[in-house]
Protein backbone atom coordinates (compact mmCIF):
# COMPACT_ATOMS: atom_id res chain seq x y z
CA UNK A 1 0.00 0.00 0.00
CA UNK A 2 1.48 3.18 -0.45
CA UNK A 3 1.56 5.97 2.07
CA UNK A 4 3.51 9.32 2.24
CA UNK A 5 5.55 10.86 5.75
CA UNK A 6 5.73 14.65 6.51
CA UNK A 7 8.20 14.36 9.42
CA UNK A 8 7.26 17.80 10.29
CA UNK A 9 4.73 18.74 12.15
CA UNK A 10 5.40 22.09 12.49
CA UNK A 11 7.92 24.64 10.64
CA UNK A 12 8.31 28.14 11.44
CA UNK A 13 10.79 30.36 9.41
CA UNK A 14 11.54 33.93 9.43
CA UNK A 15 10.07 36.11 6.27
CA UNK A 16 12.76 35.86 3.31
CA UNK A 17 14.64 32.84 4.62
CA UNK A 18 14.52 29.86 2.73
CA UNK A 19 12.62 26.72 3.66
CA UNK A 20 12.13 23.00 2.82
CA UNK A 21 9.76 20.71 3.65
CA UNK A 22 10.17 17.15 3.62
CA UNK A 23 8.06 14.11 2.29
CA UNK A 24 9.01 10.51 2.16
CA UNK A 25 6.65 8.19 0.36
CA UNK A 26 6.77 4.63 -0.55
CA UNK A 27 5.01 2.96 -3.44
CA UNK A 28 5.86 0.39 -5.47
CA UNK A 29 5.92 1.54 -8.75
CA UNK A 30 6.88 5.01 -10.20
CA UNK A 31 4.92 7.74 -8.18
CA UNK A 32 2.71 10.60 -9.25
CA UNK A 33 3.40 13.19 -6.55
CA UNK A 34 1.55 16.18 -5.68
CA UNK A 35 2.20 19.27 -3.30
CA UNK A 36 -0.92 21.03 -1.69
CA UNK A 37 -1.01 24.15 0.03
CA UNK A 38 -4.01 24.47 2.54
CA UNK A 39 -5.55 27.84 3.83
CA UNK A 40 -8.29 28.25 6.09
CA UNK A 41 -11.53 28.26 4.51
CA UNK A 42 -9.96 27.94 1.23
CA UNK A 43 -10.02 24.89 -0.90
CA UNK A 44 -6.64 22.66 -0.97
CA UNK A 45 -4.53 24.39 -4.08
CA UNK A 46 -1.94 22.06 -6.23
CA UNK A 47 1.63 23.95 -5.68
CA UNK A 48 3.03 21.27 -8.07
CA UNK A 49 3.27 17.78 -8.98
CA UNK A 50 5.79 15.41 -10.69
CA UNK A 51 4.84 12.71 -13.37
CA UNK A 52 7.75 11.71 -15.23
CA UNK A 53 10.56 13.91 -16.90
CA UNK A 54 12.56 15.89 -15.06
CA UNK A 55 13.37 15.26 -11.13
CA UNK A 56 13.13 19.27 -10.40
CA UNK A 57 10.40 20.05 -10.61
CA UNK A 58 8.60 24.37 -10.33
CA UNK A 59 5.03 25.01 -8.87
CA UNK A 60 3.24 28.27 -8.81
CA UNK A 61 4.47 30.78 -6.16
CA UNK A 62 8.01 30.22 -6.26
CA UNK A 63 8.34 26.76 -5.42
CA UNK A 64 9.82 23.94 -6.44
CA UNK A 65 10.19 20.09 -5.31
CA UNK A 66 13.24 17.82 -6.19
CA UNK A 67 12.28 14.12 -6.47
CA UNK A 68 14.40 11.68 -5.75
CA UNK A 69 13.63 8.09 -6.06
CA UNK A 70 16.82 6.47 -3.95
CA UNK A 71 15.77 8.76 -1.27
CA UNK A 72 12.21 8.13 -1.96
CA UNK A 73 11.57 11.92 -1.26
CA UNK A 74 10.01 14.57 -2.94
CA UNK A 75 10.87 17.93 -0.12
CA UNK A 76 9.00 20.86 -1.33
CA UNK A 77 11.57 24.21 -1.34
CA UNK A 78 11.54 27.77 -1.56
CA UNK A 79 14.55 29.79 -1.57
CA UNK A 80 12.88 33.36 0.21
CA UNK A 81 9.66 33.10 2.23
CA UNK A 82 6.85 35.09 2.28
CA UNK A 83 4.73 36.17 5.09
CA UNK A 84 1.29 34.97 2.83
CA UNK A 85 3.06 31.43 2.88
CA UNK A 86 2.06 30.32 6.39
CA UNK A 87 -0.32 27.59 5.50
CA UNK A 88 -0.61 24.14 6.06
CA UNK A 89 1.29 22.00 3.21
CA UNK A 90 0.49 18.34 2.25
CA UNK A 91 2.61 16.20 -0.07
CA UNK A 92 0.19 13.14 -1.65
CA UNK A 93 1.11 10.00 -3.91
CA UNK A 94 -1.33 9.27 -6.92
CA UNK A 95 -2.23 4.97 -7.36
CA UNK A 96 -1.63 4.09 -10.65
CA UNK A 97 -0.51 6.77 -12.42
CA UNK A 98 -3.25 9.03 -12.37
CA UNK A 99 -4.67 11.57 -9.42
CA UNK A 100 -6.64 9.71 -8.39
CA UNK A 101 -6.58 7.85 -4.87
CA UNK A 102 -4.45 10.10 -3.48
CA UNK A 103 -2.47 9.52 -0.03
CA UNK A 104 -1.89 12.37 2.17
CA UNK A 105 0.57 13.27 4.04
CA UNK A 106 -0.08 14.12 7.48
CA UNK A 107 0.89 17.56 6.51
CA UNK A 108 3.67 20.16 8.08
CA UNK A 109 2.31 24.01 9.42
CA UNK A 110 4.40 26.59 8.27
CA UNK A 111 4.59 29.57 10.38
CA UNK A 112 6.49 32.88 9.36
CA UNK A 113 7.72 35.42 11.65
CA UNK A 114 8.43 38.58 10.65
CA UNK B 1 -7.31 26.89 -12.78
CA UNK B 2 -10.75 24.88 -12.31
CA UNK B 3 -13.33 26.09 -9.72
CA UNK B 4 -14.67 23.55 -7.59
CA UNK B 5 -17.40 24.65 -4.92
CA UNK B 6 -19.23 23.22 -1.71
CA UNK B 7 -22.19 23.85 -0.41
CA UNK B 8 -23.17 24.67 2.53
CA UNK B 9 -19.63 25.93 3.85
CA UNK B 10 -20.52 24.89 7.51
CA UNK B 11 -23.42 23.13 8.91
CA UNK B 12 -24.67 21.97 12.55
CA UNK B 13 -27.79 19.66 13.21
CA UNK B 14 -29.01 17.66 15.72
CA UNK B 15 -28.44 14.33 16.15
CA UNK B 16 -30.52 11.61 14.58
CA UNK B 17 -31.00 13.93 11.55
CA UNK B 18 -29.88 14.04 8.40
CA UNK B 19 -27.15 16.37 5.78
CA UNK B 20 -26.68 16.68 2.42
CA UNK B 21 -23.37 18.32 1.21
CA UNK B 22 -23.40 19.36 -2.28
CA UNK B 23 -19.89 19.51 -4.32
CA UNK B 24 -20.20 21.33 -7.59
CA UNK B 25 -17.47 21.94 -10.85
CA UNK B 26 -18.36 25.43 -11.71
CA UNK B 27 -16.12 25.37 -15.38
CA UNK B 28 -15.53 21.98 -16.35
CA UNK B 29 -17.07 18.77 -16.51
CA UNK B 30 -16.47 16.38 -13.49
CA UNK B 31 -16.03 12.87 -14.62
CA UNK B 32 -14.76 11.62 -10.79
CA UNK B 33 -15.14 13.00 -7.62
CA UNK B 34 -13.66 12.57 -4.92
CA UNK B 35 -15.19 12.84 -1.27
CA UNK B 36 -12.62 13.26 1.74
CA UNK B 37 -12.67 13.51 5.42
CA UNK B 38 -10.55 15.66 7.86
CA UNK B 39 -10.14 15.59 11.26
CA UNK B 40 -8.54 18.27 13.12
CA UNK B 41 -4.96 18.66 12.39
CA UNK B 42 -4.95 15.44 10.95
CA UNK B 43 -5.14 14.72 6.94
CA UNK B 44 -7.52 14.05 4.64
CA UNK B 45 -8.55 10.58 4.30
CA UNK B 46 -10.08 9.31 1.09
CA UNK B 47 -13.89 7.93 1.65
CA UNK B 48 -15.19 7.29 -1.58
CA UNK B 49 -14.72 8.05 -5.17
CA UNK B 50 -17.60 8.16 -8.06
CA UNK B 51 -17.96 8.25 -11.40
CA UNK B 52 -20.85 10.03 -13.29
CA UNK B 53 -23.65 7.67 -13.70
CA UNK B 54 -22.39 5.09 -11.79
CA UNK B 55 -22.00 3.93 -7.59
CA UNK B 56 -19.39 5.33 -5.62
CA UNK B 57 -16.95 3.17 -4.66
CA UNK B 58 -16.22 3.23 -1.03
CA UNK B 59 -13.20 2.78 0.79
CA UNK B 60 -12.34 0.28 3.67
CA UNK B 61 -14.10 1.04 6.75
CA UNK B 62 -16.43 3.55 5.29
CA UNK B 63 -20.26 2.44 5.96
CA UNK B 64 -21.96 2.85 2.08
CA UNK B 65 -25.25 3.23 4.20
CA UNK B 66 -23.95 6.26 6.59
CA UNK B 67 -22.56 8.23 3.67
CA UNK B 68 -24.51 8.41 0.42
CA UNK B 69 -23.10 9.37 -2.31
CA UNK B 70 -24.56 10.49 -5.87
CA UNK B 71 -23.02 11.72 -8.50
CA UNK B 72 -26.36 12.09 -11.03
CA UNK B 73 -24.26 14.66 -13.24
CA UNK B 74 -21.30 15.73 -14.54
CA UNK B 75 -21.14 18.78 -12.56
CA UNK B 76 -22.72 17.75 -9.20
CA UNK B 77 -22.07 15.09 -6.88
CA UNK B 78 -23.65 14.77 -3.05
CA UNK B 79 -22.53 13.60 0.03
CA UNK B 80 -25.56 12.89 2.88
CA UNK B 81 -24.50 11.87 5.87
CA UNK B 82 -27.78 9.70 7.20
CA UNK B 83 -28.71 9.68 10.72
CA UNK B 84 -25.50 11.86 11.91
CA UNK B 85 -24.17 11.23 15.64
CA UNK B 86 -21.48 13.54 17.06
CA UNK B 87 -19.00 11.29 15.79
CA UNK B 88 -19.50 11.79 12.58
CA UNK B 89 -18.79 16.16 12.99
CA UNK B 90 -15.21 16.53 10.57
CA UNK B 91 -14.43 18.65 7.69
CA UNK B 92 -15.60 17.06 4.85
CA UNK B 93 -13.62 18.11 1.54
CA UNK B 94 -14.84 17.45 -2.27
CA UNK B 95 -12.26 17.22 -5.34
CA UNK B 96 -13.42 16.80 -8.74
CA UNK B 97 -11.43 15.38 -11.76
CA UNK B 98 -11.59 15.56 -15.60
CA UNK B 99 -11.17 12.76 -18.10
CA UNK B 100 -7.71 12.89 -18.28
CA UNK B 101 -7.55 12.54 -14.27
CA UNK B 102 -4.33 14.15 -13.69
CA UNK B 103 -4.90 16.30 -11.22
CA UNK B 104 -8.01 16.66 -8.62
CA UNK B 105 -9.40 20.46 -8.03
CA UNK B 106 -10.35 20.58 -4.34
CA UNK B 107 -13.74 22.88 -3.00
CA UNK B 108 -13.10 24.48 -0.08
CA UNK B 109 -14.73 21.82 2.53
CA UNK B 110 -17.70 22.00 4.70
CA UNK B 111 -17.24 21.97 8.69
CA UNK B 112 -19.93 19.48 9.82
CA UNK B 113 -21.04 19.72 13.51
CA UNK B 114 -23.52 17.15 15.15
CA UNK B 115 -24.91 18.07 18.28
Given amino acids: AQSVTQPDIHITVSEGASLELRCNYSYGA??????????PGQGLQLLLK??????LVQGIKGFEAEF????????LRKPSVHW???AE???????TGTASKLTFGTGTRLQVTL | GAVVSQHPSWVICKSGTSVKIECRSLDFQATTMFWYRQFPKQSLMLMATSNEGSKATYEQGVEKDKFLINHASLTLSTLTVTSAHPEDSSFYICSAAGRR????FFGPGTRLTVL
Fill in chain 1, 30 to 39: TPYLFWYVQS
Fill in chain 1, 50 to 55: YFSGDT
Fill in chain 1, 68 to 75: KRSQSSFN
Fill in chain 1, 84 to 86: SDA
Fill in chain 1, 89 to 95: YFCAVGN
Fill in chain 2, 101 to 104: LNEQ
